[in-house]
């Protein structure tokens, strides 16, 4: 099946180039193929949409409850049809691990939630990432060594980080969520992360927040935390120059951002919402906490993608509703709700490039291994990494 996304969004200087479909064509076609897995059999390359979509129902069929397929919001229509369930990343790393009855996991999402659905998973489960080569640029941003070569800066520069406590956000590579769990700290989310924050400095004077700087900034201002007590810790820098932040910034600092982002989110801006607004007067706008401090000062909401699809649900009939985030779930849910007019602030926005990745030919092949016993694209946590890992996560499942 070919899936197009809508084609009528309200304002002809607000349509993303992607309004016309993200349509799902063969593999060899794609641009961006030299740079995805290139290890999918070439029998794959040449199938259109039609016969992957129906190889995939066939191979489901065959597999029945053993495997559940779990899609992210972000992900694309030809993708999302296959979900059990769709959600964040967090949700769905809970559902896969409630469902026992499963011993396959295949996770249409990116690397990062692989992993969490890899850490929380019961010993009989295995998880399975169609396209190995679907990272997170914003988890990328954020290195293990680097992360320990920072600590190690703060633990000189203090004389000991007894008192900093290191907050990892879900969109952050295992080893991440390890270091916290091993240094007395904890993983957040988007929906939990204020609550996160108030563990932390029941427990210490600063935190210390990566990957992303905005939805730490964001966070913190809504706890009333001064901007200029929120230091960015540029990891860029040569070792040695404390993330090009100044000792007075560091010495007034309680968050420490780690200056990493989100492609996606960043491009949001205060001028697109201007020119929104001015397009319609009553326009609602809602954005996700990864955009810059700037945007969601502006916006009349913010909040995670499990928000952001509620406000659009509970908004009365004949509302005019801007969305900043992700072009898939803002053309899903302008599909899903006909009777309100939702559209993407961004005029030029793409899709998560990395989540694109998850092309059907990678997930009929992952499939289809299965079928024939094969299990390719194990995402396989070490140990060592998943217990610690286990900890931070654990953690911030008891705030309640
Ligand atoms: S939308 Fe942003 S944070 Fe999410 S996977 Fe894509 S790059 Fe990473």
Known sequence: MTTTT??????????????????????????????????????????????LTRRIHAARETLGDEVVVLGHHYQREDIIQFADERGDSFGLAQYAADRGESKYIVFCGVHFMAEAADILRADHQTVILPNMEAGCSMADMAAEPDVWSAWRELEDFFGSTDDIIPVTYM????????????????????????????WAFERGKRVFFFPDQHL????????????????????????????????????????????????????FSLAQ?????????DVKIVVHPECRYDVVQEADANGSTAFIVKYVQEAPAGSVIGVGTEINLVSRLAKEHPDKTVF?????????????????????????????GEVVNRIAVPDHQRQDAKVALERMLALK
């Open 6 to 51: 809508p084609t009528t969004f309200p304002v002809a200087q607000l349509q993303c180039e992607t309004d016309t479909g993200i349509e799902t064509v063969p593999l060899a076609e794609e641009a961006s193929f030299g740079s995805w897995q290139p290890s999918i059999p070439e029998r794959y390359w040449g199938m259109d949409a039609d016969e």
């Open 171 to 198: 969109n952050s590579a295992a080893s991440l969520k390890a270091f916290c769990g091993a240094n007395g700290g904890v993983v957040c989310t988007s929906s939990n992360a204020t609550k996160v924050l108030e």
């Open 216 to 267: 730490g900034r964001n966070t913190g201002h809504a706890m009333d935390i001064p901007l200029e007590e929120m230091v960015l810790w540029d990891w860029r820098a040569p070792a040695g120059n404390l993330g090009r932040a100044t000792a007075e910034e560091l010495e007034r600092s309680r968050i420490i951002l780690w200056q990493g982002h989100c492609s996606v989110h960043q491009r």
């Open 273 to 281: 919402i201007e020119q929104a607004r001015a397009q319609y007067p």
């Open 344 to 372: 993407c602030l961004d005029p030029v926005v793409c899709p998560c490039s990395t989540m694109y990745r998850v092309h059907p030919a990678y997930l009929a092949w992952v499939m289809e291994s299965l079928v024939e």
